[in-house]
């Protein structure tokens, strides 16, 4: 998902109601307080837990050494500088224990497909912040083609998603004195050419969006103020966002703009250069990938008949923008998912899942139409796009699997991958084996899911397991080695902290992501989010069954949407796990859409304002369903006051109800961080320290047996 649709929603502390026997109505929710994210009430309350759960955790015996592991991991000089190809040159962002906020980098592509990059320092982060007394958090760079000198570099106070951009001058080397600069707000920006922006932000008053994303999309020209920007396109209150969406072929430049009606709806527009606006004839649940030889690219996640023609959900169509035809470029199999599509100047190039398993394809078109041709690469693990060159008909490719460190090749026009850097291996995997198994869940779906262990520990039985899941957005899961920002899921991590002392790490592959394409997302959507639900929980217990592990040993972990899962499984099933790492939840899903970003996800959830969608989401709303009188097992709550997408309002009222109750649970709140609940990969690695101690204290029972 862009980045762009991460954008601001102002906080609404308007009261709903809520249900259960042993559930506070939300008009007097005595927790209700603890939505204001900097009172001196709520940091008070977050302090005082942070230092009694802190306390518990890090006496743990394990949690000294997985604190230095993860480090170690995580600042490693082995990791591979995965950077985006941008004509003749690479540009890369590099974090260490020199660079705790980072370096913005570039190299020659040459050198850098040569394996030995000549690093040219473009910003150093951290020297930013000492001189300017900020605490900024470096979130992206976007350069103009096709030299790619002028940038807009994208910075954020603590890690939030509102962010300032401020041009940058790479010839120079420093923001350029009077350049572009796009105050602090959940902006989406873009560049048309040298003295033009398309720009939606925060304009001032009602310029934002029911959801709180930008509702109108202006041009801004250089050397002139904000106030000034002419406006192309203003939304509906009701709308998600407005967003500019500037794509170039080998010809000419193509500022679209994408209205969001809803997360997964869309309409696109050509802006034309009198600035009249050209809708595209696509289908609303559409994602425009770039433009090749006047073609519009498009993914479809749902079924399009036009003209005359059917085209199937999942595929990837090719729009001439010059007469509006259309034409079939990609279409996927039975069993395949089309997970990601980079476009050069001639050529488009594919990610694909085959029953969860990864590869990549090369797709040109001739006179006969669009041709297919494999990547060849190594099998049964996962197969990314890093950057495909807008400039040419070359990209970077990786590989890896929970027991295979990443390797980045380089593809050329030749279409032959030629190793670039590999990862060395992080932890002993000589001795750990991953299978694919499948579970049926309660309507009898069959789901995937990766088991990952030593031979001898699943040989055994009974082992200390840890289930991850997420189950949402059309995300998959998938078994990573490591990505950045790596997660505790991957098997980099999940290796060296936890394969390695016996645990066993499950990946689940659960309806309501994309491993399947967009069917198996729908498949979970609003009303039928249960099924998400119980496709989680048929895995824990096919796992039971089959004596990988018991409930006494059996804990669960998951963020965000999968903070949300989480919720539901203390709640719905506190019988089939010891241990559940909660983090960055959705736990209030009456509620969820007045806080923060919550509004945008509608159209994932439902509308708990509308009578038949409140009515489900009731059913299994974490905070509302938890109960007073029923035993739970210690659950580990984490979230981060900055964070500006989920409000950590969620995460503070469950804890707060649970005390009140007397229930156990550990709760950890980082000052900073946004979203992604830490700022750097030291406090990265003191939270995945603090999740293992907490799944080594529940899971693994300190006599031996």
Same mark, same amino acid.
């Given at each position: 998902?862009?980045?762009?649709?991460?954008?601001?929603?102002?906080?609404?502390?308007?009261?709903?109601?809520?249900?259960?026997?042993?559930?506070?109505?939300?008009?007097?929710?005595?927790?209700?307080?603890?939505?204001?994210?900097?009172?001196? $009430?709520?940091?008070?309350?977050?302090?005082?837990?942070?230092?009694?759960?802190?306390?518990?955790?890090?006496?743990?015996?394990?949690?000294?050494?997985?604190?230095?592991?993860?480090?170690?991991?995580?600042?490693?000089?082995?990791?591979?500088?995965?950077?985006?190809?941008?004509?003749?040159?690479?540009?890369?962002?590099?974090?260490?224990?020199?660079?705790?906020?980072?370096?913005?980098?570039?190299?020659?592509?040459?050198?850098?497909?040569?394996?030995?990059?000549?690093? !040219?320092?473009?910003? +150093?982060?951290?020297?930013?912040?000492?001189?300017?007394?900020?605490?900024?958090?470096?979130?992206?760079?976007?350069?103009?083609?096709?030299? /790619?000198?002028?940038?807009?570099? !994208?910075?954020?106070?603590?890690?939030?998603?509102?962010?300032?951009? %401020?041009?940058?001058?790479?010839?120079?080397?420093?923001?350029?004195?009077?350049?572009?600069?796009?105050?602090?707000?959940?902006?989406?920006?873009?560049?048309? +050419?040298? +003295?033009?922006?398309?720009?939606?932000?925060?304009?001032?008053?009602?310029?934002?969006?029911?959801?709180?994303?930008?509702?109108?999309?202006?041009?801004?020209?250089?050397?002139?103020?904000?106030? !000034?920007?002419?406006?192309?396109?203003?939304?509906?209150?009701?709308?998600?966002?407005?967003? @500019?969406?500037?794509?170039?072929?080998?010809?000419?430049?193509?500022?679209?703009?994408l209205r969001a009606i809803t997360f997964f709806n869309y309409e696109y527009f050509l802006i034309g250069d009198d600035g009249a606006l050209i809708a595209l004839p696509l289908p609303q649940r559409a994602g425009l990938e770039g433009v090749v030889d006047g073609?519009?690219?498009?993914?479809?996640?749902?079924?399009?008949?036009?003209?005359?023609?059917?085209?199937?959900?999942?595929?990837?169509?090719?729009?001439?923008?010059?007469?509006?035809?259309?034409?079939?470029?990609?279409?996927?199999?039975?069993?395949?998912?089309?997970?990601?599509?980079?476009?050069?100047?001639?050529?488009?190039?594919?990610?694909?899942?085959?029953?969860?398993?990864?590869?990549?394809?090369?797709?040109?078109?001739?006179?006969?139409?669009?041709?297919?041709?494999?990547?060849?690469?190594?099998?049964? *693990?996962?197969?990314?796009?890093?950057?495909?060159?807008?400039?040419?008909?070359?990209?970077?490719?990786?590989?890896?699997?929970?027991?295979?460190?990443?390797?980045?090749?380089?593809?050329?026009?030749?279409?032959?991958?030629?190793?670039?850097?590999?990862?060395?291996?992080? /932890? +002993?995997?000589?001795?750990?084996?991953?299978?694919?198994?499948?579970?049926?869940? %309660?309507?009898?779906?069959?789901? @995937?899911?990766?088991?990952?262990?030593?031979?001898?520990?699943?040989?055994?039985?009974?082992?200390?397991?840890?289930?991850? *899941?997420?189950?949402?957005?059309?995300?998959?899961?998938?078994?990573?080695?490591?990505?950045?920002?790596?997660?505790?899921?991957?098997?980099?991590?999940?290796?060296?902290?936890?394969?390695?002392?016996?645990?066993?790490?499950?990946?689940?592959?659960?309806?309501?992501?994309?491993?399947?394409?967009?069917?198996?997302?729908?498949?979970?959507?609003?009303?039928?989010?249960?099924?998400?639900?119980?496709?989680?929980?048929?895995?824990?217990?096919?796992?039971?069954?089959?004596?990988?592990?018991?409930?006494?040993?059996?804990?669960?972990?998951?963020?965000?949407?999968?903070?949300?899962?989480?919720?539901? $499984?203390?709640?719905?099933?506190?019988?089939?796990?010891?241990?559940?790492?909660?983090?960055?939840?959705?736990?209030?899903?009456?509620?969820?859409?007045?806080?923060?970003?919550?509004?945008?996800?509608? *159209?994932?959830?439902?509308?708990?304002?509308? @009578?038949?969608?409140?009515?489900?989401?009731?059913?299994?709303?974490?905070?509302?369903?938890?109960?007073?009188?029923?035993?739970?097992?210690?659950?580990?709550?984490?979230?981060?006051?900055?964070?500006?997408?989920?409000?950590?309002?969620?995460?503070?009222?469950?804890?707060?109800?649970?005390?009140?109750?007397?229930?156990?649970?550990?709760? /950890?709140?980082?000052?900073?961080?946004?979203? *992604?609940?830490?700022?750097?990969?030291?406090?990265?690695?003191?939270?995945?320290?603090?999740? /293992?101690?907490?799944?080594?204290?529940?899971?693994?029972?300190?006599?031996?047996?």
């Amino acid at each position: 998902m862009s980045k762009s649709f991460l954008l601001f929603l102002r906080v609404l502390l308007l009261a709903t109601a809520a249900i259960g026997s042993n559930a506070v109505a939300d008009t007097a929710d005595p927790h209700i307080d603890l939505e204001n994210i900097d009172s001196k $009430a709520s940091l008070d309350w977050a302090r005082e837990q942070n230092a009694r759960s802190l306390a518990e955790l890090e006496k743990q015996p394990e949690f000294a050494a997985m604190r230095r592991e993860a480090l170690e991991i995580l600042t490693s000089e082995a990791r591979i500088p995965y950077g985006d190809v941008r004509g003749d040159h690479v540009f890369n962002f590099w974090q260490d224990k020199s660079h705790v906020r980072g370096i913005l980098r570039r190299s020659s592509l040459a050198s850098y497909a040569a394996g030995k990059p000549d690093w !040219e320092t473009l910003l +150093d982060v951290d020297a930013l912040d000492a001189s300017e007394k900020e605490n900024w958090v470096y979130q992206s760079v976007e350069c103009l083609a096709p030299d /790619y000198l002028t940038c807009l570099i !994208e910075l954020s106070r603590g890690g939030t998603d509102a962010s300032v951009y %401020r041009e940058f001058s790479i010839a120079q080397g420093r923001f350029v004195a009077d350049g572009f600069v796009i105050p602090e707000a959940k902006s989406s920006v873009d560049w048309i +050419d040298q +003295d033009h922006l398309l720009v939606a932000t925060d304009w001032g008053p009602d310029s934002l969006t029911e959801s709180g994303y930008a509702k109108t999309l202006k041009i801004v020209e250089r050397g002139k103020p904000l106030a !000034e920007a002419k406006t192309v396109y203003t939304a509906q209150s009701t709308d998600v966002s407005v967003q @500019p969406l500037v794509r170039r072929d080998r010809h000419r430049t193509y500022p679209f703009l994408l209205r969001a009606i809803t997360f997964f709806n869309y309409e696109y527009f050509l802006i034309g250069d009198d600035g009249a606006l050209i809708a595209l004839p696509l289908p609303q649940r559409a994602g425009l990938e770039g433009v090749v030889d006047g073609r519009a690219i498009v993914r479809l996640n749902e079924q399009w008949k036009y003209k005359g023609e059917t085209y199937p959900q999942g595929a990837l169509v090719a729009l001439a923008i010059s007469d509006m035809s259309a034409e079939l470029v990609y279409a996927p199999g039975k069993s395949e998912a089309l997970r990601s599509v980079g476009v050069g100047s001639d050529a488009v190039f594919i990610g694909i899942l085959d029953n969860v398993v990864g590869a990549a394809r090369r797709l040109t078109r001739d006179a006969d139409g669009w041709r297919s041709q494999d990547i060849p690469l190594p099998e049964n *693990g996962v197969v990314s796009l890093i950057s495909v060159n807008p400039k040419g008909d070359d990209l970077l490719v990786s590989f890896e699997s929970l027991t295979t460190p990443d390797t980045l090749y380089y593809v050329g026009a030749d279409n032959k991958p030629s190793r670039v850097f590999g990862l060395p291996e992080m /932890y +002993d995997a000589s001795d750990v084996l991953v299978s694919q198994r499948f579970a049926t869940s %309660r309507d009898g779906t069959r789901i @995937p899911y990766f088991v990952m262990g030593k031979k001898a520990v699943l040989e055994r039985g009974n082992a200390p397991t840890v289930q991850y *899941g997420y189950g949402g957005f059309l995300i998959s899961i998938l078994p990573y080695y490591y990505e950045d920002p790596s997660r505790p899921q991957h098997g980099a991590l999940a290796g060296r902290l936890w394969v390695s002392r016996g645990g066993v790490l499950v990946l689940s592959n659960i309806r309501g992501g994309g491993e399947y394409g967009p069917g198996w997302h729908e498949a979970a959507l609003k009303h039928n989010r249960q099924r998400s639900f119980d496709d989680f929980f048929a895995i824990s217990e096919d796992l039971i069954a089959s004596g990988v592990t018991t409930p006494q040993r059996l804990g669960a972990i998951g963020r965000s949407n999968g903070g949300l899962l989480m919720g539901v $499984a203390l709640t719905q099933r506190p019988d089939l796990y010891a241990a559940i790492d909660c983090g960055v939840p959705l736990l209030d899903m009456l509620r969820y859409d007045k806080l923060l970003a919550g509004a945008s996800w509608v *159209g994932e959830y439902g509308d708990p304002d509308l @009578p038949a969608d409140r009515e489900i989401i009731m059913t299994y709303s974490p905070y509302q369903k938890l109960e007073k009188d029923r035993e739970y097992p210690e659950v580990f709550f984490y979230t981060s006051t900055k964070d500006d997408r989920v409000h950590p309002g969620h995460a503070r009222k469950m804890a707060a109800r649970m005390a009140a109750w007397n229930h156990p649970f550990l709760y /950890y709140e980082n000052i900073e961080g946004g979203h *992604g609940g830490t700022a750097n990969q030291e406090q990265l690695a003191f939270r995945t320290a603090l999740e /293992y101690a907490y799944f080594a204290r529940r899971l693994m029972p300190k006599d031996g047996n």
